[in-house]
């Protein structure tokens, strides 16, 4: 894969963390049934999150609580990577990102 001088410099950033963190908001889908989906960068790899909802039961003694299914997508590979930062760039602080992602807008 040929890598753009910008490619290379967002992929460095990734890898060396200061891209981690929290991506945007979170997303909340469902009326009854909470499902909370969260996209964030830990340790320089993009992750989406996806949280079902908790729930609990009585067993004849006490409350059990039973946390909710927990989903996770990866994105490891440095295509998936790239792909990751085209469509959620925009929302990180950092320039280089920002100005990647706003090459792949869709144009009106």
Aim: glycine share 8%; hydrophobic share 35%.
């Amino acid at each position: 894969m040929d890598l753009t001088d910008l490619e290379k410099t967002i992929l460095e950033k990734l890898s060396s963390g200061q891209l981690d963190g929290v991506v945007g908001n979170d997303l909340i889908t469902g009326d009854h049934a909470k499902v909370t989906i969260r996209t964030v960068i830990i340790n320089g790899i993009p992750q989406i999150l996806r949280f079902g909802p908790d729930h609990k039961y009585f067993d004849g003694k006490e409350n059990i609580h039973v946390d909710g299914k927990k989903t996770i997508q990866l994105f490891e590979t440095v295509a998936d990577k790239l792909k990751f930062l085209q469509k959620f760039g925009w929302l990180l602080s950092d320039s280089d990102v920002k100005k990647y992602s706003a090459m792949y807008k869709p144009k009106k």
